[in-house]
């Protein structure tokens, strides 16, 4: 499984992967072999290269967490890649008319806004299904949508204009 970290403002790349009853944890480019078990339900203890670790979790609030380790806290944010990519994807690059892309193939759920309606930055702009999933688009800035390219029912593609935010 493939994750981004946000830990102080920085976007740090996590992999987790599982092979012959061991785990791969690659943080950044660099790997480590791991063996671990959950003694408890919000707790793992890890064996890294001959040293032993025990590390908590509390989940916060949607992806937020506190990481507890032996010498403090870790508060952090933990985002699935694909789910930060797509975030990525929608937020604007400049000043001006922005397009609304298709973050993954799927199929529109809902259209949460008119032509012409004002929203504000975070505003819910429709849902979308891949996957079994369903995802929210939000308005990555806030602004007047002026044209509304897709319909609820209609499937769609990667990176497919849905609708303009200006």
Known sequence: MKYIAILNG?????E???EK???CLTIENKSFTVDAFRPRSQ??????????YEVGWEKKNGNLFSV?????TIDLQLIDAKKFQAVEKIRPAA???LKIQAPMPGKIVKVSVQEKSAVKEGDSLLIMEAMK????????KSGTISKIQVREGEPVSLSQTLMILE
């Open 133 to 140: 999933m369903q995802n929210e688009l939000k308005a990555p």
């Open 16 to 18: 987790i992967t599982r």
């Open 95 to 97: 000043p001006g008319p």
């Open 21 to 23: 009853g061991q785990y």
């Open 68 to 72: 507890f380790v032996f010498n403090g």
């Open 43 to 52: 707790s793992i203890a890890m064996l890294i290269a001959g040293k032993s």
């Open 10 to 14: 920085k976007e740090i790349a996590v």
